[in-house]
């Protein structure tokens, strides 16, 4: 069954109408928010009546006359807000996916409103007598409930419970001005994007590029207004197979250069000055918590502990990467040679290059293996696996809301029948949709306030083929879709009480886990064999091609391995430095950072600052971009779970990674979690063996 009804004021404080926010409960199917007949008019009204509302609640708690209990205190904080958290749920879901000038002045206005509405509740000194008064021992506490006791304690200690009030008054400070900072950063980067687009008007701008390649150009074009046959724009399924496959170099280092260029070209929507001020911002909160860095206060409440032990795990993976880089490099450097070109190898040269090296290696290139994985099969693979390892079931809807044309929706239930959830796709890229791709939640799955069953969305940047046709994914492509679909079924799946551990609510070096062990199972050829298959015949994908494509998995991982790592190391220096306080030069630390670890010229980081949204668009991955590798350290050691017992859906083992990861939320801490999946903590060698970098 779907959430039952949520408390809702009937209009905001100043009288104006909420629209569907005032209802109790959704009459829709599944419960899916009414897109339809939200409009952007009632956000904000939304917003302050169940700000109000929820302020209230907090109050009734913080007084309560009564002696503080868990359930007085803590379960009452757990059933609080749930009118704020609907319309939260909403709204930035479609200030991400689906936004306009409307929804943005909202996002402007709104972000820092509750961010000192989240202070002014962790900072609460009444609020935090109670929760540190409840006696866990005295009430006999069950295990659940003693977690969320624990985090809480801990959430309230890292936002400043325990500081003097002029402590925290400046926190409170900090936190509305890092909330409009983020902001700034994210509408800054959408704008870039959406500004660029590269004109291929002339045949000859065309040259080199696939079929597949040209209708998505030609279908982005159409999307853009229809002045030119063909164009490519700043996303990623468009920007990089121009990059691989254009022949024109002047026009790959045109395209490489804006996009390397996001968020720094110096007018209005240059980010460098934002992420000065938050770095600044950060440290400062950091030193008010008696932390070293913000590096030491984020990791402390994580599986790595300590920036040291991050940094340990990249640089014991930058090394052999950084050997194996050079090595293609000069690879790549003797295709250039041999072709009669004298320039050096650059940064917009280099995935030109790697493909025609994977095709002389390999005898392998995109297009071969395109026709082979369009998106309509690669979703099918995907539910086919999550049936055959936790017997899920799914049926499209066709007669559900959708905030745009393009989402589809499935209802979701176990093999006893039992409705899990609904899941929504979002796949194509758009104008009104940032970059990149990701998981959220419309409504997150908990049993404290009835049964209440999760809507969970993944958000694509796919590029669209032209109507009536196949979109065709790149193999990368079809290993985003299981990596976010991975992150989904950790929402769909959780079977917890209480709202604050559901689903992905987990350490940040721990979330990665479940979506990136569900990436092992698309590269298994006993998945291939049965959903690769041609778009318009139907045949499989050849054995011969299928071995030529497993065979290149450690293809070019120099290169993908440094352009992680150089990200993930920038994120942590920056963190770990107060740089900001006396004016960070963004521009001139990075490179400072680069330098000291040898970063080679012909590579750029995957992110560089001014449009690393994972770290400046919010705190969720700030000195936590390292999470990445810490969770591949941990899903290539639990994939050999599955090897061992010599069936890769292995019902056993399957049913222990439900329990003790899918399905577990933040129940335990993740190494105890992950010890009760596997019988014992990862080592690193399955990482390195899985990346090629293996000794």
């Known amino acids: 069954m779907t959430a039952g009804t949520t408390p809702a004021p009937a209009s905001s404080p100043t009288g104006a109408s909420i629209g569907p926010f005032a209802e109790h409960a959704w009459a829709t199917p599944h419960g899916l928010p009414p897109f339809e007949r939200i409009e952007p008019a009632h956000y904000l009204p939304a917003f302050e009546a169940t700000l109000a509302a929820h ?49 943005q002045a909202v996002e402007r206005s709104i972000s820092p409103v509750l961010a000192r509405h989240g202070s002014a509740i962790y900072l609460d000194p009444d609020l935090w007598a109670r929760i540190s008064a409840v006696d866990a021992e005295a009430e006999a506490l069950g295990p659940e409930e003693r977690r969320v006791l624990e ?3 801990t959430r309230f200690r890292l936002s400043g419970a325990d500081l003097p009030p002029e402590a925290k008054t400046r926190m409170a400070e900090i936190a509305g001005r890092l909330a409009e900072l983020g902001t700034s950063f994210s509408q800054n980067l959408l704008a870039d994007e959406g500004a660029f687009a590269l004109p291929l008007d002339a045949e000859e701008d065309l040259a080199g590029l696939p079929p597949f390649l040209r209708a998505a150009a030609a279908a982005a074009a159409k999307e853009r207004g229809g002045q030119h046959g063909h164009v490519i724009t700043l996303s990623r399924s468009l920007i990089e197979p121009f990059l691989v496959f254009s022949t024109r170099r002047d026009l790959r280092e045109r395209a490489y250069a804006a996009w390397s260029k996001r ?55 930058w090394t052999p990467a950084h050997h194996q880089a050079a090595a293609e490099r000069d690879r790549l450097q003797a295709i250039v040679r041999a072709e009669g070109h004298e320039f050096a190898l650059a940064r917009h040269d280099w995935r030109h290059y790697a493909e025609k090296l994977r095709r002389a290696e390999h005898d392998l290139d ?61 796949y194509f890229a758009r104008a009104s949709k940032r970059s990149g791709a990701w998981m959220s939640a419309f409504r ?18 796919f590029a669209k ?12 492509d079809a290993r985003t879709l299981f990596h976010e679909f991975g992150h989904a079924l950790h929402g769909l799946l959780s079977d917890v009480t209480f709202p604050l551990l559901s689903g992905t609510a987990v350490a940040r070096d721990f979330v990665e886990l479940p979506s990136q062990l569900y990436e092992h199972w698309l590269e298994q050829p006993e998945v291939l064999r049965r959903h690769a298959r041609h778009y318009r015949t139907g045949e499989p994908m050849p054995e011969d091609l299928l071995k030529r494509l497993l065979a290149a998995r450690t ?35 990075e490179a400072d950072a680069l330098a000291r670890i040898a970063m080679p010229a012909e590579i750029s980081m995957r992110h560089r600052s001014p449009h690393f949204a994972h770290i400046f668009s919010g705190e969720g991955y700030a000195a936590g971009y390292y999470s990445y590798l810490w969770s591949e350290v941990l899903d290539a050691d639990a994939f050999d779970a599955f090897r061992e017992a010599g069936d890769i859906f ?25 010890t009760a999946f596997r019988g014992r903590l990862p080592s690193i060698e399955p990482l390195l063996r899985q990346r090629g970098l293996a000794a």
């Open 151 to 153: 985090r809480y304690r």
């Open 55 to 103: 302020t209230a609640e907090i109050a009734a708690i913080a007084k309560n006359p009564e002696a503080p209990d868990f359930h007085n205190t803590v379960g009452a904080l757990e059933r609080a807000g749930l009118a704020l958290d609907r319309v939260a749920g909403v709204f930035f879901n479609l200030s991400g996916s689906h936004t306009n000038p409307e929804l």
């Open 366 to 426: 995109e297009g071969e293996i395109k026709p082979y994985l369009s998106l309509d099969g690669v979703i099918a693979a995907a539910f086919d696996t999550a049936t055959r390892l936790f017997g899920l079931r799914f049926e499209e809807l066709a007669d559900v809301p959708r905030y745009h044309p393009d989402v589809r929706a499935w209802a979701v239930r176990d093999a006893d029948g039992a409705e899990v959830g609904v899941f929504l796709g979002d």
């Open 263 to 317: 968020g720094e070209n110096g007018g209005e929507t240059d980010n460098r000055g934002l992420i000065a001020e938050t770095v600044a911002l950060r440290a400062e909160r950091a030193r008010l918590l008696g932390f070293d860095s913000f590096a030491h206060l984020k990791l402390s409440d994580t599986m790595a502990g300590t920036p040291d032990n991050a940094m340990a795990l990249l640089r014991n993976v």
């Open 555 to 589: 293809f070019n991982q120099g290169f993908a391995t440094i352009e992680y790592t150089s990200s993930a190391i920038v994120d942590m220096t920056l963190h770990l430095s107060s740089a900001g306080e006396d004016g960070l030069d963004v521009q001139a630390f």
């Open 650 to 674: 292995h019902p056993e083992t399957a049913a222990r990674l439900r329990k003790f990861v899918y399905g577990a939320g933040n129940l335990r801490d993740p190494g105890e979690a992950y």
């Open 444 to 461: 997150s799955q908990e049993r404290l306030n009835g049964v209440v069953t999760p809507v969970i969305v993944n958000v694509m940047n």
């Open 465 to 476: 083929a032209p109507d009536g046709e196949a979109t065709l994914l790149s193999f990368d």
